[in-house]
């Protein structure tokens, strides 16, 4: 079965410093990777993908992430944080067989300023 | 574009009260669809899911149920409400492609 790792609840930077959101996975066959942020009260946003080719894929809003197939990890990241960046992130796998989307647990980030 | 519309945006209800909550899809045809529950802001419950017309595969076993009427409206639904299916309720879509899925704006539900 798939399933969806985030290590840290919690993740606090401060604003212009990087930041990295972890995610870890477990799949059979090859990994279908989403990044997506939830605002408060809101619906969650597609942030970015990995299906397959470079292993670093951009998205939105200065985002990118890291495919890295031996330690079977897709962590989140940003060159330099915003305090708007502050929301709660979610990483998921697709599960083919089925359509579902299986999703982590959340990690909530905060940008301080 | 495809667009999601889900409503109401937020409920207020009385324990032992009907539910339906309604989500519906523009812009594309056969699409799946999903009903997800979060708990106090964290992490996302697949309720039900639908690859067609009258196709609904339910996660969890609960006082919810799911139909679909039509290619893209899916309602989420209940004959008796607890105080246990207070949350925050999300709609979303998917198709082949693009693979990632999409989500409504949700609704807060309040069990009172």
């Known amino acids: 079965a798939q399933s969806v790792a985030q290590p840290e609840d919690q993740v606090n930077v401060a604003e212009g410093n990087p930041l990295t959101v972890k995610c870890t996975y477990s799949v059979s066959g090859n990994p279908y990777l989403f990044w997506y942020v939830q605002y408060p009260n809101r619906g969650l946003q597609f942030l970015l993908k990995y299906i397959t080719g470079d292993n670093l894929v951009k998205g939105s809003y200065g985002f990118e992430a890291e495919f890295n197939k031996s330690q079977t990890s897709f962590h989140l990241k940003k060159p330099s944080a915003l305090v708007s960046d502050s929301a709660l992130y979610f990483c998921a796998v697709r599960d083919m067989n089925n359509q579902n989307f299986v999703f982590g647990p959340g990690t909530r980030l905060s940008v301080l300023p | 574009s495809q667009t999601i519309h889900q409503w109401p945006a937020t409920l207020v209800q009385p324990v032992g009260s009907p539910l339906s909550l309604e989500c519906t899809v523009e812009?594309?045809?056969?699409?799946?669809l999903y009903w997800y529950r979060q708990a106090a802001g964290r992490g996302l419950q697949l309720l039900f899911y639908s690859v067609g017309i009258g196709q609904i595969s339910s996660e969890v076993p609960q006082n919810l149920s799911a139909s679909r009427p039509q290619d893209r409206q899916f309602i989420l639904s209940s004959k008796k409400l607890l105080l246990s299916d207070s949350g925050f309720y999300l709609c979303?879509?998917?198709?082949?492609?693009?693979?990632?899925?999409?989500f409504g704006q949700g609704t807060r539900l309040t069990v009172v």
């Open positions: 812009g594309t045809s056969n699409p799946n």
């Open positions: 979303a879509w998917n198709r082949g492609a693009p693979l990632e899925a999409f």
